[in-house]
């Protein structure tokens, strides 16, 4: 984190430095204008890298970018200069095919084959308002979410028969502000932080257990609703085109 930290203070000190133009040398605007878009990941893994090679350090791995907002892509559009619509989107499938385990250590296969299956959607449309007249600027808005999310597995037990468990559908809504502020390093190219805090509602449909013999147990359905949260995407890069 200190290497983090330095290089980012690094990079502050330069802006300084540097007289407050809104423009490059070349003629290019800093800040996003009417009609720009812009995507955004954080950018602790790219900073750490840096501190890394400044320290001369010999394990200086390959940085990897994540996202802002948590498990989802965000991009924007803006409607002028100080205004933006975002969009918030993450679609993400898992399964899984395991074979001859034997769990228990005794010699024998507990089961012939194990698959599962997964599916998370999460959509949101949301407006950001910006503020400041230099490379320094602060934002500030919300997203209103939906997420969408189930997980199921069979199991083909030896030596016949099969068990099958099905989580349930969840479906939640949510809105979620947020508050930050990033430094234009360079045109179109900043970094900065982002602060979230949002209220969520969750509907858990009631799971289900088929065993291979025997009836089905089904349990509950449940309502989750979770408020606050305070998060924060640490050091943020966005692109802005």
């Known amino acids: 984190m200190k290497k983090i930290i330095l290089t980012v203070a690094t990079i502050f000190a330069f802006g300084v430095v540097t007289a407050q133009d809104l423009k ?30 400044f320290n001369g350090k010999t394990n200086n791995n390959a940085p990897g970018v994540t996202n802002v907002t948590s498990n989802s892509f965000v991009g924007k559009k803006f409607i002028d200069a100080k205004s933006a619509y975002r969009v918030v989107a993450n679609l993400g499938f898992g399964s899984g095919n395991f074979k001859n385990g034997d769990f228990d250590n005794d010699g024998t296969t507990d089961f012939a084959n194990y698959k599962s299956s997964t599916i998370d959607l999460n959509v949101g449309l949301g407006k950001e308002w910006r503020r400041g007249s230099t490379r320094l600027q602060g934002f500030y808005g919300a997203d209103a979410l939906v997420g969408f999310s189930s997980a ?23 809105v979620t502000g947020f508050i930050g502020a990033e430094y234009f390093i360079f045109p179109k190219m900043s970094i900065g932080a982002q602060y979230n805090y949002g209220l969520r509602i969750a509907s858990n449909g009631a799971p289900e257990y088929t065993p291979a013999t025997g009836s089905s147990v089904k349990g509950e359905s449940s309502t989750d609703v979770s408020l606050g949260n305070v998060a924060s995407s640490a050091i943020s890069l966005t692109l802005h085109f």
Do not use: M, R
Not at 28 to 40: F, R, T
Not at 153 to 167: F, H, I, L, R, V
């Open 24 to 53: 490059s040398k070349k003629g290019e605007n800093y800040l996003p204008e009417a009609g720009d878009w812009a995507i955004s990941f954080n950018a602790n893994g790219v900073f750490e890298y840096a501190g890394n090679a």
């Open 152 to 174: 199921k597995w069979t199991e083909t037990k030896n030596p016949a028969g099969n068990d099958k468990y099905n989580a349930g559908t969840s479906i939640n809504v949510g």
